[in-house]
């Protein structure tokens, strides 16, 4: 059984299309990043080039594009050019299993708007995660520089420590949707919040199905360890400026810094995805089920789009698509901005501070919510 | 070689590929034991041996259509990793206190 | 001449995987060696999902290439070792012997398993009723099994009891379940006391590295006696 030539044609330009989409975000983030808390901190961002600014990443790329290309003596020359790909490759491989939107049919054909439909599609996420570390510890060995190598350590073990946080936190969300399968969970976080309850059903109708309201510890722990996964502040110390000069890109310089750049911010969207998905419904919207959606569509979808002459349910799909991409984006566009946000607001923590928050408080908090969620799923039977 | 119904050619992967690509992987590990000096490329040469014997648990797995390979390989999976962890930590030990992990140091129990 | 995706990836991963892991054997720079075998590591993890085993594949990303290799490079660079050049290139009559042993033990493990015949001469119980379906890569999931089933306790109860007294009711209760579902019900039915052993074993492994790594050492000075 090969798949066909046509499914490869369509994964390949999934994969193309998604990985561009990844690709070009980091510049808008990186604009939302220099305006956004520029007002925050009530000065201006810069404003000069380009309409309200936006073309001032478009000008750093290519400054970066034009910079010398070094490297330094003492470097070890085939890691120093492998440890940026290093660093992107994990971000763009693990974006590839978070569902963007319910599948379209169109003509008889049926794709989803996902590369990998995986039914351990959250394991993949983790174990293609854990794989980042090892463009930090390149970058930093292979610059021949003590603080680049020190700046590597720091980063790499912390990142060891809130992967286990981060995998520890989500066991109770995965006992509780009962698979690991990313679009499986979106499917069942559709519609009002509800539960079984000794084998009856309780339904709240003023809450949504989202996963934050069954799990809001495993929420706030996630967060804290997604944070300090991506080496956002507060968990900022391996690129702390004041230290360690830019810790383990010191040495890098031009395309290669971008590249880093790219890494840390694909790393970021990946995070604020996963954290939509898991607790947040995904392309979900908040009350209302895809079905609904697409029954809305089938009546008044034909005003939009009739004049390409597809059928009435080819029509409804697609529509019912794209309204789910915008929510999707809305949500994802949310979380990024409070990565932002957090970043511009709270203070960098020391080191021995990180690794004790990750190792004795988020690590037994984890601990604990998987006890409360067994408890209440064995004992008190309260099951999805 | 196999003649299946279906009349599978040899070049169609089954589980002799498998054992096969298991097999080499496990006589690099072993090349890797007997051959080098260095403490920590011998530990990492064992861990080669453990995965290769994994692959091949998880070959057997599918073609019998019995989880117990699989089940076996996660606690080889396990095992492999506390005694790496273990290893390690030895090494570390040793580095401290004699600044070498050059296996060919330490034959001083030697007859 | 039917030869699937699948078929060339397996060959093509399968050639890369050998020639890393005799890289790993033969590159003189520790650090080298390790990023490789973290590279092998990761392609038997994609065979693994080849052969359906998808919660052993992540999890051996997770463990191995993500965690333990990880270790490794880390206390390497910490090493900070010189290059050890002669390691590998000094040819006595011992090396010869060494490779030929091994060379002879690769031809016995190659013969067997390219001998191996379906049934495994008689040695494993395959369902010939049917062809084992062939693996797919990673363009297409597990499609023919649902991807959830009953949690009912009751229901799962009766199957748990069935599997752990009769070895053989594997075959039609689990094309049914997915992957981590089907070694999830060994796992913890038949296996459970390996499973508890096997975390007090861990906990041995933690306290006897934390022990060792305790040990004093250091840069200044050789303290004799401890």
């Known amino acids: 059984m090969g798949t066909t030539w046509l499914e490869i044609i369509i994964n390949t330009v999934k994969i193309a299309a998604i990985f561009v989409i990844v690709v070009s975000t980091v510049p808008l983030l990186v604009w939302v990043e220099r305006r956004g808390p520029a007002f925050m901190q009530n000065r201006l961002g810069p404003n000069r080039v380009g309409p309200l600014g936006l073309l001032q990443l478009a000008a750093d790329a290519i400054k970066f594009i034009f910079k010398e290309e070094f490297i330094p003596t003492k470097a070890e020359k085939i890691l120093y050019f492998m440890a940026p790909g290093l660093t992107l490759l994990p971000a763009a491989l693990t974006f590839a299993a978070i569902p963007l939107s319910t599948p379209i049919n169109i003509l008889g054909y049926t794709f989803k708007l996902q590369i990998a439909d995986l039914n351990i599609g959250l394991i993949y996420i983790f174990a293609v995660a854990s794989l980042g570390v090892y463009g930090i510890l390149a970058a930093g060995w292979s610059s021949g520089n003590k603080y680049a190598m020190l700046g590597a350590l720091r980063a790499s073990s912390q990142m060891i420590s809130y992967e286990i946080a981060m995998g520890l936190s989500v066991v109770g969300v995965l006992m509780m949707y009962q698979t690991f399968s990313l679009n499986q969970m979106i499917t069942e976080q559709f519609g009002y919040f509800s539960f079984l309850w000794q084998g009856s059903a309780v339904e709240l109708k003023f809450l949504p199905n989202w996963g934050v309201f069954f799990q809001p510890l495993a929420f706030i722990l996630f967060l804290t360890a997604t944070f300090a996964e991506t080496n956002r502040l507060p968990f900022d110390l391996p690129e702390g400026e004041a230290e360690l000069v830019a810790g383990f890109h010191t040495e890098y310089g031009g395309f290669k810094f971008n590249m880093f750049f790219m890494g840390e911010y694909g790393h970021m969207i990946t995070s604020a995805a996963l954290i939509t998905t898991l607790f947040f419904g995904g392309y979900a919207l908040p009350f209302i089920s895809p079905e609904q959606v697409r029954e809305f569509w089938i009546q008044n979808g034909h005003t939009l789009l009739g004049f390409t002459g597809l059928s009435m349910p080819d029509i409804a799909s697609v529509l019912t698509t794209i309204t789910h991409l915008v929510v999707f984006l809305a949500k994802t566009g949310f979380w990024l901005f409070f990565f932002i946000w957090v970043r511009w607001t709270l203070p960098r923590f020391r080191y021995d501070q990180l690794m004790d928050l990750g190792w004795k408080t988020l690590l037994p908090w984890s601990l604990v919510n998987l006890a409360l969620t067994t408890a209440l799923m064995y004992f008190a039977r309260i099951v999805k | ?111 | 001449m039917e030869l699937t995706a699948a078929d060339i990836l397996f060959y093509l991963f399968g050639f890369v995987s050998v020639v890393s892991a005799l890289m790993v054997v033969f590159v003189s720079n520790p650090i080298y060696s390790a990023l490789l075998l973290a590279v092998v590591m990761s392609i038997l993890g994609i065979f693994f999902f080849n052969l359906e085993a998808h919660f052993i594949a992540a999890a051996q990303v997770v463990v191995y290439a993500g965690a333990v290799m990880v270790l490794f490079v880390m206390v390497m660079m910490l090493f900070d070792l010189k290059r050890e050049k002669e390691e590998v290139a000094r040819f006595s009559i011992l090396t010869v012997l060494k490779i030929i042993s091994v060379g002879v033990v690769c031809g016995v493990l190659v013969g067997a398993g390219a001998m191996i015949t379906g049934d495994g001469m008689g040695f494993i119980k395959v369902s010939t009723t049917e062809a084992p379906p062939p693996p797919s890569m990673l363009l297409k999931s597990d499609i023919n099994a649902p991807t959830k089933q009953t949690t009912n306790p009751e229901e799962l109860k009766d199957e748990v009891v069935e599997i752990t007294q009769n070895p053989q009711a594997g075959v039609e209760i689990f094309t049914k379940y997915t992957d981590t579902q089907k070694l999830s019900l060994k796992l913890f039915s038949k296996y459970i006391f390996i499973f508890e052993l096997l975390s007090v074993l861990l906990l041995v492994a933690i306290v006897g590295a934390v022990a060792l790594a305790r040990s004093k050492g250091g840069t200044h000075h050789v303290t004799r006696g401890s």
């Open chain 2, 1 to 111: 070689m196999q003649d299946q119904k279906g009349a599978h050619t040899m070049l169609h992967v089954g589980l002799n590929h498998y054992l096969v690509l298991s097999g080499v992987l496990f006589s690099i590990g072993v090349l890797g034991v007997l051959l080098r000096k260095n403490a920590l490329i011998i530990l990492m040469s064992i861990e080669l041996m453990l995965n290769a014997v994994n692959l091949s648990f998880v070959a057997f797995s599918k073609y019998a259509q019995n989880m117990d390979g699989q089940i076996m390989v996660f606690f080889v999976m396990t095992i492999a990793a506390a005694e790496a962890a273990v290893g390690l930590a030895i090494a570390v030990a040793v580095f401290k206190r004699f600044k070498e992990v050059n296996i060919a140091h330490f034959e001083n129990l030697k007859g």
